[in-house]
């Protein structure tokens, strides 16, 4: 079976700053992998997903995420983040035929003035 | 087009009465996913239903839970029985062609 470690829990940074928020699965099969945000009381939205092709992966609000098979890596960065952007994110990995996903427990972003 | 709902957005109930929580798709989707939110947790997959069909109902517990999306109506998740370990937020998803979810505002149930 997956799992997905989010290694960080909780993420300070100033606005304007880069952040990294980094995720790690374990799997022995090819899986697909996604990054959602979800803001308080609602529910999780879409940012990014890595199905196949190209390892960088470019999602909404200017948001990237890396695909390192190698390392079973799938970090998020942002060069620039806004005190918008202050939010829990999920990374998250699904079988093949996308019966279930697997969420990691979450990273909580803070972006400060 | 109206996202996903969910229905109602927070639910009270006594130990061992019986919840319904419902989640409308959005329109043209036909793939349900049932998630349940523990404070402080990430989401634990429960189910994955097609319509009228059960396709992967490995997350959920064997006893007292129980899932449907019927051919017409939205989808129901039934929790027979609540203790005081169901108090979660519980969000659905909807798809129409699985690569992509659409996730609902969720309902926070409350066993009190």
């Known amino acids: 079976a997956q799992s997905v470690t989010q290694l960080d829990s909780q993420v300070p940074v100033f606005e304007e700053a880069p952040v990294e928020l980094r995720c790690n699965y374990s799997s022995s099969v090819s899986v697909y992998l996604f990054w959602y945000v979800q803001y308080p009381n609602q529910g999780l939205q879409l940012l990014l997903k890595y199905l196949s092709g190209s390892t960088l992966v470019k999602g909404i609000n200017g948001f990237e995420a890396e695909f390192n098979k190698s390392q079973t890596s799938f970090h998020l960065r942002k060069p620039s983040v806004h005190i918008s952007d202050t939010a829990e994110y999920f990374c998250?990995?699904?079988?093949?035929?996308?019966?279930?996903?697997?969420f990691g427990s979450g990273t909580k972003l803070n972006v400060k003035p | 087009n109206a996202g996903v709902m969910q229905n109602p957005r927070h639910l009270v109930r006594r130990r061992g009465q019986e919840a319904r929580l419902r989640c409308s798709p959005m329109k043209g989707h036909s793939h349900v996913y049932w998630y349940r939110q523990l404070p402080e947790e990430g989401l634990k997959f429960m189910v994955y239903?097609?319509?009228?069909?059960?396709?992967?109902e490995s997350g959920m517990p064997k006893e007292r839970f129980s899932a449907e999306f019927p051919k017409e109506g939205p989808s129901i998740l039934r929790i027979q029985q609540v203790v005081r370990g169901d108090s979660a937020a519980y969000f659905c998803a909807s798809s129409s062609d699985k690569y992509e979810q659409y996730f609902g505002p969720g309902t926070r149930l409350t066993v009190t």
């Open positions: 239903l097609q319509k009228e069909n059960i396709i992967d």
């Open positions: 998250a990995v699904s079988d093949v035929n996308f019966n279930k996903f697997y």
